[in-house]
């Protein structure tokens, strides 16, 4: 177990729908990236937020969206869902400092059906 | 290239060496991870070495870093058929640290 959870852990849902994702990082980590694991792209980097601020983006649609609430938890929004989007979401988390600081811990992912 | 390579699959034996095969990109990552996927389940860490480093040992594991070739690899010592599952190597880039994975490697681990 990471200590980092991802909520809901399976969503099904169908075009056009709007969903969230939540993730609670490990205690003390500061930062908190989302990650998408599909079978034609593989594991790719959508976004990071540090301490409540949007630090990176990585490849993340328009119609995807992210925040970093004061108690460090993280909510990933995804509109205008299309069947492309069914995929693996998972959370990281990091302490975010230099160094070791900077190793992410993945949390078990929320698994995405589009229909 | 911009990827960062490994081969998809690869079968031994029990009781066996596994070796794992990753190329990285950039010649500036400060650490490089490997994880490990179970089926179903999300990444769990499993190693990292710092990128002063020749290599790393941690009980069945040893990681080797090659920098000049850009190429790490991930040994498994007397491999069970708990180890079968999807490792991947990471490599951070960019100014957020994030990870850039490789395809990931399948291991099969054969009775």
Not at chain 1, 23 to 52: A, E, K, M
Not at chain 2, 66 to 89: E, P, V
Request: charge should be negative.
């Amino acid at each position: 177990d990471s200590g980092v959870t991802q909520t809901p852990k399976h969503l099904i849902t169908a075009t056009g729908q709007r969903v969230t994702l939540r993730c609670s990082p490990r205690s003390g980590d500061l930062s908190v990236y989302w990650y998408q694991q599909s079978l034609d792209q593989g594991l790719q980097f959508l976004i990071q937020y540090y301490n409540g601020e949007e630090r990176a983006k990585g490849n993340i649609l328009e119609r995807f969206s992210a925040q970093q609430f004061p108690d460090l938890h993280s909510e990933l929004n995804l509109s205008s869902l299309e069947l492309g989007d069914s995929a693996l979401y998972f959370c990281a988390s990091s302490v975010g400092s230099t160094g070791l600081g900077e190793t992410q811990y993945f949390g078990p992912g929320t698994r995405l059906l589009v229909l | 290239g911009e990827d960062v390579e490994q081969s998809l699959f690869l079968s031994v034996r029990e009781g066996d060496s596994s070796v794992i095969n990753c190329t990285y990109t950039d010649s500036s990552s400060t650490y490089l991870y490997w994880y490990k996927q179970e089926p179903g389940a999300g990444l769990q860490l499993l190693t990292y070495i710092f990128s002063n480093m020749d290599m790393k040992q941690d009980q069945r594991l040893t990681v080797l870093l090659n920098k000049k070739d850009k190429h790490l690899s991930l040994r498994i010592a007397d491999t069970q058929t708990g180890d079968s599952a999807i490792y991947f190597c990471a490599e951070m880039r960019g100014s957020a640290r994030q990870l850039t994975f490789g395809s990931g490697t399948q291991l099969t681990v054969l009775p």
